[in-house]
């Protein structure tokens, strides 16, 4: 499972998170593995039940004025019982309350980082959610090409050589968009994979013989697009002879890519097929299973039925004789 250290939120720019550390810089080294956040509420009263491990606590005006209402010696009790429980990942109190002293010390003897925010507890938690859900995303990189054909997304895959760059580049010239050449940088989101440009390379494409071209320079902004759902992955392989192809297509081959299948064609190359029709035509047959339409499965239903009607037929001649 991936985590990221308590440093990276005040480090954090992009969600305006306003943090403060207040004490605990020990704690900062503590790590954060859900996008969940937490209020402690009942657990303040000493109800631990549902406190979970590795989340952040928002300390906001119920939690502040509960403590108020105590006096020192519960107050000291209340947050020791609390911080009872070793993997906690921070406390947050937000709308720039004053911290109570006792908060402090017990979070500096603790080791458990105590920051502030002057937004309020429920814009807080919307913009740390948001941020912990991209910092926590699964991803990787991966050596392929990367295409929005007809509006599907479209991995192609194979060994350095095949025709990967040269197939994008045909499919450009007939406007389809490039999202990235080389590298592709994917992650994983709500249960989807989006790929990019590596920000070094990206709207860049190799083609041997002539070098690097700028895709984006030299079709315009409309040929390429800066990130892009993986709906399809496609496998190009040499054609070999000997080896048996998928002839019907009507059971779905899947390859996983950070947690997440993605439906999977292997598709052999060789001199003569017109790499970029094959492609295009899987999009668009992508798009039918997207609605519900299997034209495989279709079509070995029927044939199927058709036979086991020629059957019935020849069954019943038989009897008929």
């Not at 019982?81 to 017990?106: H, R, W």
């Given at each position: 499972?991936?985590?990221?250290?308590?440093?990276?939120l005040?480090?954090?720019?992009?969600?305006?998170?306003?943090?403060?550390?207040?004490?605990?810089?020990?704690?900062?080294?503590?790590?954060?593995?859900?996008?969940?956040?937490?209020?402690?509420?009942?657990?303040?009263?000493?109800?631990?039940?549902?406190?979970?491990?590795?989340?952040v606590?928002?300390?906001?005006?119920?939690?502040?004025?509960?403590?108020?209402?105590?006096?020192?010696?519960?107050?000291?009790?209340?947050?020791?019982?609390?911080?009872?429980?070793?993997?906690?990942?921070?406390?947050?109190?937000?709308?720039?309350?004053?911290?109570?002293?006792?908060?402090?010390?017990?979070?500096?003897?603790?080791?458990?980082?105590?920051?502030k925010?002057?937004?309020?507890?429920?814009?807080?938690?919307?913009?740390?959610?948001?941020?912990l859900?991209?910092a926590?995303?699964?991803?990787?990189?991966?050596?392929?090409?990367?295409?929005?054909?007809?509006?599907?997304?479209?991995?192609?895959?194979?060994?350095?050589?095949?025709?990967?760059?040269?197939?994008?580049?045909?499919?450009?010239?007939?406007?389809?968009?490039?999202?990235?050449?080389?590298?592709?940088d994917?992650?994983?989101?709500?249960?989807?994979?989006?790929?990019?440009?590596?920000?070094?390379?990206?709207h860049?494409m190799?083609?041997?013989?002539?070098?690097?071209?700028?895709?984006?320079?030299?079709?315009?902004?409309?040929?390429?697009?800066?990130q892009?759902?993986?709906?399809?992955?496609i496998?190009?392989?040499?054609?070999?002879?000997?080896?048996?192809?998928?002839?019907?297509?009507?059971e779905?081959?899947?390859?996983?890519?950070?947690?997440?299948?993605?439906?999977?064609?292997?598709?052999?190359?060789?001199?003569?097929?017109?790499?970029?029709?094959?492609?295009?035509v899987?999009?668009?047959?992508?798009?039918?299973?997207?609605?519900?339409?299997?034209?495989?499965?279709?079509?070995?239903?029927?044939?199927?039925?058709?036979?086991?009607?020629?059957?019935?037929?020849?069954?019943?001649?038989?009897?008929?004789?």
């Amino acid at each position: 499972m991936k985590s990221i250290r308590i440093s990276q939120l005040i480090e954090d720019h992009d969600y305006d998170l306003r943090l403060t550390l207040i004490a605990g810089a020990s704690g900062l080294t503590r790590t954060v593995d859900s996008p969940r956040i937490q209020k402690p509420g009942l657990a303040l009263a000493g109800f631990t039940e549902h406190l979970h491990p590795h989340r952040v606590q928002v300390f906001g005006n119920t939690e502040i004025s509960y403590l108020a209402t105590l006096p020192e010696s519960r107050q000291r009790e209340a947050l020791s019982k609390l911080f009872e429980e070793e993997d906690l990942a921070c406390v947050v109190v937000t709308k720039e309350l004053e911290i109570p002293p006792v908060l402090v010390t017990a979070c500096e003897s603790g080791g458990l980082a105590l920051m502030k925010t002057p937004l309020l507890s429920s814009e807080f938690i919307t913009r740390v959610q948001s941020f912990l859900e991209e910092a926590l995303t699964e991803s990787s990189s991966l050596h392929g090409v990367l295409m929005d054909v007809f509006g599907v997304g479209i991995l192609l895959l194979g060994k350095s050589g095949i025709g990967k760059s040269e197939i994008a580049l045909d499919l450009v010239m007939r406007a389809h968009r490039l999202v990235a050449d080389d590298i592709v940088d994917v992650t994983r989101r709500k249960g989807a994979v989006y790929g990019a440009g590596n920000p070094v390379i990206k709207h860049h494409m190799e083609i041997r013989g002539l070098g690097i071209i700028n895709i984006k320079d030299l079709f315009g902004v409309a040929a390429v697009r800066e990130q892009k759902k993986i709906e399809l992955v496609i496998e190009l392989q040499e054609w070999d002879p000997h080896q048996e192809y998928d002839r019907l297509g009507v059971e779905d081959k899947h390859l996983q890519i950070v947690g997440v299948d993605i439906p999977l064609s292997v598709v052999p190359v060789r001199p003569g097929r017109n790499m970029a029709t094959i492609i295009e035509v899987a999009a668009r047959n992508q798009l039918l299973k997207l609605q519900g339409h299997h034209s495989a499965r279709e079509f070995a239903e029927r044939l199927n039925r058709a036979i086991a009607e020629g059957a019935m037929r020849r069954t019943l001649g038989e009897e008929v004789e």
